[in-house]
């Protein structure tokens, strides 16, 4: 199968590597010539995914016509700060036997799902959302794991597992595109607060408590935006739950300790590091309150991070009725 990478991040990088275990060709796109030179010497980069070398048949481009055209599926693996600006340059390279799949998680900061992104330029049927209980590293390697797949089309997913499902790699396909971004999107915050807990010195007990409540809350939610609550027990549901809120390996828990525990470098990681979590709990909150969807937890850990509540406030809201 002919497939576009767009995007040579972590994600991406170790989407290609995973992709091309099947014998998939694929080209990957990147908006920076340095970029590409790099990865192109180098084969990987040893800052964002070390010990990663990609395929040396992995085609890596910086023109967009050139990584689209004759593709049967393209994979946006882009920020959700960037997703929109690079859905505008691929739009004129869509053909009509092209699936496009969303790897990307967040919500934008006017309060757009990237699903609604791609409706707003590209008219397609041909849409799927990937997410899921994946660290970066583990899918470019032989570990074990599981992804979920959204999709209203059926030939959608079916491409989409057809490209990457393998003995160590599996796939669930669903159809609540909207349910699987929110799970995407929540458990990002929902890592910083759990972070928070252990900056804060709290035992597994409490965080225990806070998962327990803020995976009611995920659920609330995505039923509010006309989701299925059942999407919340998917591997983009409580699995990707579970992995983040859980481990030092992802940037968010990580932010959260500093936070909790007011480390002095907490500054320097913030302008260093890709927080996805941050910057989606601030169009989230936002969101929500234009829909007037109630979310205590995570509006405190938005007033804990952004306006600079006292980190120790979380444990007030844990314990309430």
């Not at 980069?45 to 393209?74: F, H, R, S, W, Y």
């Not at 971004?181 to 709290?202: F, P, R, T, V, W």
């Not at 699995?239 to 828990?253: A, V």
């Not at 990681?269 to 169009?283: C, M, Q």
Request: with cysteine.
């Amino acid at each position: 199968m002919k497939i576009a990478v767009l995007g040579t991040g972590a994600y991406g990088m170790a989407l290609a590597t995973a992709l091309k275990r099947k014998n998939n060709q694929i080209t990957m796109w990147t908006n920076f010539t340095s970029e590409k030179e790099k990865l192109e010497q180098e084969r990987g980069n040893e800052k964002v995914l070390p010990g990663i070398i990609l395929d040396k048949e992995i085609e890596i481009t910086c023109d967009m016509k050139q990584a689209c055209t004759e593709k049967e599926l393209i994979i946006l693996a882009i920020p959700i700060a960037h997703l929109e600006t690079t859905i505008i340059k691929v739009k004129d390279f869509i053909e009509e036997q092209t699936a496009l799949c969303i790897a990307t998680k967040g919500i934008e900061e006017y309060g757009h799902f990237a699903h609604e992104l791609l409706k707003k330029h590209i008219e397609s049927e041909k849409v799927a959302v990937l997410s899921g209980p994946t660290f970066a590293l583990d899918l470019a390697t032989d570990t074990v794991c599981a992804l979920t797949i959204a999709s209203k089309n059926k030939k959608v997913q079916k491409i989409m597992t057809n490209a990457l499902e393998t003995d160590h790699i599996l796939l669930e396909e669903c159809d609540d595109i909207i349910g699987v971004e929110l799970c995407g999107s929540i458990k990002n915050i929902i890592a910083i607060a759990s972070g928070i807990l252990n900056g804060l010195g709290q035992s597994a007990s409490t965080s225990a408590l806070l998962q327990k409540k803020s995976l009611e809350e995920m659920t609330n939610i995505i039923e509010s935006f006309q989701g299925e609550r059942k999407t919340a027990l998917t591997f983009a549901g409580i699995g990707d739950f579970i992995l983040t809120c859980n481990s030092l390996k992802s940037r968010n828990y990580t932010y959260g300790t500093k936070v909790g525990s007011k480390d002095k470098d907490l500054e320097k990681y913030v302008e260093s590091t890709t927080i996805e979590g941050l910057y989606t709990v601030k169009s989230l909150v936002s969101l929500l309150k234009k829909q007037n969807i109630k979310s205590p937890i995570i509006e405190k850990i938005h007033n804990i991070c952004v306006k600079g509540e006292e980190p120790a406030n979380l444990l007030t809201i844990l314990v309430e009725k």
